[in-house]
């Protein structure tokens, strides 16, 4: 949800990019076996809008051209490697697997008509999304381009309410400056001063 939910803010001014999680990718017309649900994928050159299936051919034959899986305990080694298989297959540029029990991170780019491992997944930056990876003690950070990192919906909700309650302070200082004011205004004019006179 963090990886989804954070791509989404990332493109959410680009018309042209569909983020989805969880969502059926088929890519062949006729063929309903032939899916993956990746958690998170972006199709950069698609319209964004409900999907209930990706359809490839629907979606100008273009396939997602970054995919990532977040691994559970019930993901079996042979089911990563048919999910391995469909990405390489039907042309991810980008595929990256996470185990948060491990808190292991593997990345692949297409190369050659092949998915090659990248080498060091700390410092990597996406080269079709621009976002970095990195990795300390406690797990994976994605950071967006302009260096803030990937959040949570808990701290974005607290990001949120702490930049209400700063608006909300800065509208009753405003406010109580303009009481002020208008009380200085009174006491000028008592004093025979016209506050609104050009000197």
């Keep these: 949800m963090v990886i989804k939910e954070n791509l989404e803010i990332l493109f959410a001014n680009r018309p042209d990019v569909f983020v989805a999680g ?3 990718w088929y890519p062949v017309e006729g063929d309903n076996k032939t899916r993956q649900a990746p958690d998170a994928m972006v199709a950069i050159g698609r319209p964004k809008g409900h999907r209930g299936s990706y359809r490839q051919w629907e979606e ?3 396939a997602p051209q970054v995919v990532f899986e977040i691994l559970s305990p019930g993901n ?6 048919r999910k391995f298989k469909f990405y390489e297959r039907y042309g991810v540029e980008e595929y990256y697997i996470y ?6 991170l593997a990345g ?3 190369r050659d008509g092949e998915l090659a491992m990248i080498e060091e997944m700390s410092g990597w930056v996406s080269p079709r999304l621009q976002i970095s990876f990195e990795f300390p003690s406690t797990g994976l950070e994605l950071y967006y381009p302009d260096g803030r990192r990937f959040l949570t919906s808990v701290e974005l909700h607290q990001q949120a ?4 309650q700063r ?3 800065l509208e009753e200082e405003l406010a109580a400056e303009k009481v002020r004011s208008q009380r200085l205004a009174e006491q000028l004019k008592r004093l025979g001063i016209d506050p609104d006179s050009q000197v």
Aim: charged content about 40%.
């Design 60 to 62: 100008d034959n273009i």
């Design 167 to 169: 608006a909300r302070q």
């Design 76 to 81: 079996r080694l042979a089911e990563m490697n």
């Design 161 to 164: 309410q702490e930049s209400e």
């Design 22 to 24: 969880d969502l059926l």
């Design 108 to 110: 692949w780019l297409h």
């Design 99 to 104: 185990d948060p029990e491990r808190l292991d």
